[in-house]
């Protein structure tokens, strides 16, 4: 069965900083890999999206990466700003299993001003 | 388009009621999920459809809960007889696969429901 870990549960960091988050899966036989973001009340916005032949998607500032074979991504945000708190959730489409998603349980992200 | 919209964005009911939650899908789109997110598990994928057709429903938690797509644009999720341990935010996401954005899931923003 797939589990999907994100350490740390929560993290603060100073506007400006650079920061990594990162996501583990114990199955490597990952279809792709999804990172969303979750404002507090909300639904859940879809950011980079990986296949597995890929190692990494870029947009804006947000670089995600993928190593299958170590059963690990990590979402690495630039210049972080205020608005980039949220909480972040990734999870894996398993190789196979159609349109099913497994979800991590997310990393609450604060930055402060 | 409008989105996924959920309705309604909140319920609050007392145990033993039947509760339908109701998704729109983006129009186009052939998948809808019904997701369940609490605290302590996180998010949970609970049924899944494929052309209205249910494919994979094994995380349904028990024969109280059923879900429906009568047609491409709406969808519902029942409960009867709804229980306090049921009180969770529940999301609907659609996706089409036929495009350049294969495999993004797009959420509403939830109904939070509470049962009393």
Known sequence: KQEVTQIPAALSVPEGENLVLNCSFTDS???????????????????LLIQSSQREQTSGRLNASLDK????????????????????LCAVRRFGGAQKLVFGQGTRLTINP | DAGVIQSPRHEVTEMGQEV???????????????????????????????????????????D?????????????????????RDSAVYF??????GGPSTDTQYFGPGTRLTVL
């Open chain 1, 69 to 88: 074979s170590s059963g690990r991504s990590t979402l690495y945000i630039a210049a972080s700003q205020p608005g980039d708190s949220a909480t972040y």
């Open chain 2, 64 to 84: 109280r809960f059923s879900a429906k797509m009568p047609n491409a644009s709406f969808s519902t999720l029942k409960i009867q007889p709804s229980e306090p």
């Open chain 2, 92 to 97: 609907c996401a659609s996706t089409f696969t």
């Open chain 1, 29 to 47: 036989a990952i279809y792709n890999l999804q990172w969303f973001r979750q404002d507090p009340g909300k639904g859940l916005t879809s950011l």
């Open chain 2, 20 to 62: 339908t939650l109701r998704c729109k899908p983006i129009s186009g789109h052939d998948y809808l999920f019904w997701y369940r997110q609490t605290m302590m598990r996180g998010l949970e994928l609970l049924i899944y459809f494929n052309n209205n057709v249910p494919i994979d429903d094994s995380g349904m938690p028990e």
